[in-house]
T-cell receptor, first 114, second 114 residues
């Protein structure tokens, strides 16, 4: 069965622009989470969507937003990009948010802001 | 405040020996713990997990031990193989409300020497 798919894999944007990243979860998985990985901060939780609703949110500014569609696919958007937004953005999916539930990650989208 | 800590940024182990990676947490609400392995430029790969109702879980060469009173968990890899060289992340989750946000440690870079 196909894993978590993220697109695009690599992209370069200019400060002030906005970016949209896409994630297709594993078939049958209804929960999609997003994470940011930077060398200094490590892996940090951005937000989680379940059944098209944001269920959980990390400590990131409002420039970071997301949504989930009825087919469980998700997008995240970062507006007014800053140099510090350069990072690996990871999407993860799981069946549902219950104890004992394994979370699987995609390969990530590398964003470089110049 | 870092709720999940991996105090060893790197660990070097000889091939064939046991690798022990440690992780401490501060939030007593965490009830599920996971270990991920990550190669550069790839997403984290799930290794093994443990629920807070258990103190040990094994899967092949990987064993995770949980000491709830000490808020400490460890991942044992026996025997260590060259392909185990990677960054290992400890992650924890509080499943109350069904949310799936993971809190990660900063990772330990495991180097297996021939």
């Amino acid at each position: 069965k196909a894993g978590v798919t993220q697109t695009p894999r690599y992209l370069i944007k200019t400060r002030g622009q906005q970016v949209t990243l896409s994630c297709s979860p594993i078939s049958g998985h209804r929960s999609v989470s997003w994470y940011q990985q930077t060398p200094g901060q490590g892996l940090q939780f951005l937000f989680e969507y379940f059944s098209e609703t944001q269920r959980n949110k990390g400590n990131f500014p409002g420039r970071f937003s997301g949504r989930q569609f009825s087919n469980s696919r998700s997008e995240m958007n970062v507006s007014t990009l800053e140099l510090g937004d350069s990072a690996l953005y990871l999407c993860a999916s799981s069946v549902a948010g219950t104890t004992g539930n394994t979370i699987y990650f995609g390969e990530g989208s590398w964003l470089t802001v110049v | 405040d870092q709720q999940v800590k991996q105090n060893s940024p790197s660990l070097s182990v000889q091939e064939g020996r046991i690798s022990i990676l440690n992780c401490d947490y501060t939030n007593s609400m965490f009830d599920y713990f996971l270990w991920y392995k990550k190669y550069p430029a790839e997403g984290p790969t799930f290794l093994i997990s443990i629920s807070s109702i258990k103190d040990k879980n094994e899967d092949g060469r990987f064993t995770v031990f949980l000491n709830k009173s000490a808020k400490h968990l460890s991942l044992h890899i026996v025997p260590s193989q060259p392909g185990d060289s990677a960054v290992y992340f400890c992650a924890a989750r509080y499943s109350g409300g069904g949310a799936d946000g993971l809190t990660f440690g900063k990772g330990t870079h495991l180097i297996i020497q021939p």
